[in-house]
Nanobody, 119 residues
Framework: HVQLVESGGGSVQPGGSLRLSCAAS?????MAWFRQAPGYEREGVAI????????TYADSVKGRFTISKDNAKNTLYLQMNAVKSEDTAVYYC????????????????WGQGTQVTVS
């Protein structure tokens, strides 16, 4: 059983930076960040395969966002730089198995989300 708790959300100015955290309990092989804005479908933002140290990003955030993990703390991070107004959304942390670690894969565990507002 895996529990995920996001933190670090809030308001930030356009062009600014923000770092989201996801504290995990239980072993996680594949972790990812998703987001959902009002009126839009859920969007995969970034994913990390812990075993293979592979990272994948959505085209909309590539070059601006960085996903990383502190293995000692079992905490996932999303560093958001050069943020835009369209980055405004509720951001969710997710975890799943190591096999099939892609943004369109089914994730069994989800956090409650943290609001990010760029204005």
């Amino acid at each position: 059983h895996v529990q995920l708790v996001e933190s670090g959300g809030g308001s930030v100015q356009p062009g600014g930076s923000l770092r989201l955290s996801c504290a995990a309990s239980g072993y996680t092989d594949c972790m990812a960040w998703f987001r959902q804005a009002p009126g839009y479908e859920r969007e995969g933002v970034a994913i990390m395969s812990i075993l293979g140290s592979r990272t994948t990003y959505a085209d909309s955030v590539k070059g601006r966002f960085t996903i990383s993990k502190d293995n000692a703390k079992n905490t996932l991070y999303l560093q958001m730089n050069a943020v835009k107004s369209e980055d405004t959304a509720v951001y969710y942390c997710a975890a799943g198995p190591a096999i099939g670690c892609w943004l369109d894969s089914p994730f069994a565990y989800w956090g409650q989300g943290t609001q990010v507002t760029v204005s």
